[in-house]
Each structure stands twice: as C-alpha cells, then as structure tokens.
C-alpha cells in the first residue's frame, strides 16, 4: 500500500520537549523524504499494533495528524518503550540491520543525530 504522506516536508525537526524536560543534546532533524524516496514502507515507523499486527489505516497518515505522532503513544505509562528509547530503537536498529546488509545506512552515533550548531 503508498504511503499518504507525500505532502510531508522534506525534513522534519523532532522535537518533544514537554516529554522529555531538560535534554542533553539538541533536536535532531529527521530526513523524511529520504527514507520515503529509499522504499521504506510507511507502517515501519508508523505503527499502532494489537496482539503483533499492525492495525494503523493508511488514511490516518496525514501531514499534522497529531493521531500519529510518536509521543501520542509512546509517551504513555501503558506503552511497551518510552519515547526516548523507541526513537533511537527504531531508527539505530533500523540503521545496523541497512548496515548488517551492505546496504547504505543512516548515523548511529549520538552527534551525528543531535548536531550540534556551530
């Protein structure tokens, strides 16, 4: 199934300050079209599962829909990862299995994530 999100910007700052309070390293800018324009499916990072599957209707994926945000679920005592962890699980997990491949592959080291400014 196409991912819905095509009118998505390019680059997106993610930034969840009322989640995680005083924060060591700065937001890190996520590169939105890059990972869509590789053929990574939507439902791998945009998820809301029950009992394994994924149950997430491609119809919710749309640009500033707060319903898919990852905090919305993430952020609550009830989830299996908290935010934080499911970040950097899912992208660093991502980005060793691409490498694991020989395929190209995103950071996962902290700095190459949360740049920070010069």
Not at 12 to 39: A, C, L, W
Not at 58 to 85: F, Q, V, W
């Amino acid at each position: 199934m196409s991912c819905l999100l095509v009118a998505q910007d390019d680059f997106i700052i993610i930034n969840n300050k009322s989640s995680y309070g005083q924060k060591e390293r700065p937001d890190p800018v996520f590169p939105h079209r890059r990972h869509t324009d590789s053929g990574l499916s939507c439902s791998y990072c945009h998820h809301r599962y029950l009992d394994g599957k994924n149950l997430l209707d491609y119809s919710e994926l749309k640009a500033g829909n707060p319903e898919i945000r990852c905090a919305n679920c993430h952020n609550r005592t009830d989830s299996r990862h908290g935010l934080m962890d499911s970040y950097h699980l899912l992208c660093m997990g991502c980005h060793k299995d691409s490498e694991i491949k020989y395929k190209r592959s995103g950071p996962r080291l902290c700095g190459n994530c949360h740049v920070k400014k010069r």
